[in-house]
């Protein structure tokens, strides 16, 4: 589903370095630079998962963001999902 225009859903877990070192918040700052509603969590197993929904330019800029060298912290990699948006969501917060 990564191909097209319109509004998608974006998935990510991001593995690494990511809890603990204020990446929620910058993933936070950079969605809503982006006019994407969402949220960012940091999960059991150490990863931090970004729900994002938006336009697909939108959460593709994210997505290269987030495997960028300019994250807090160390992204050793990222795993994608891309779905159709749910439209549930308002605003982007830290989980």
């Known amino acids: 589903m990564a191909q097209?225009?319109?509004d998608v859903r974006l998935t990510a877990w991001v593995r690494g370095r990511v809890q603990g070192v204020?990446?929620?918040?910058?993933t936070r700052a950079r969605a809503l630079e982006l006019d994407l509603v969402g949220w960012a969590r940091n999960t059991d197993d150490g990863r931090v998962e970004v729900v994002a929904e938006g336009s697909h330019a939108a959460c593709v800029k994210l997505l290269e963001l987030l495997r960028?060298?300019?994250t807090p912290g160390r992204v050793d990699g990222v795993?994608?999902?891309w779905s159709e948006p749910r439209g549930s969501l308002g605003g982007f917060v830290e989980r």
Request: glycine residues 22%; aromatic residues 22%; negative net charge.
């Open 4 to 6: 097209g225009e319109g």
């Open 22 to 26: 204020g990446f929620r918040w910058w």
């Open 68 to 70: 960028s060298c300019d």
């Open 79 to 81: 795993v994608e999902r």
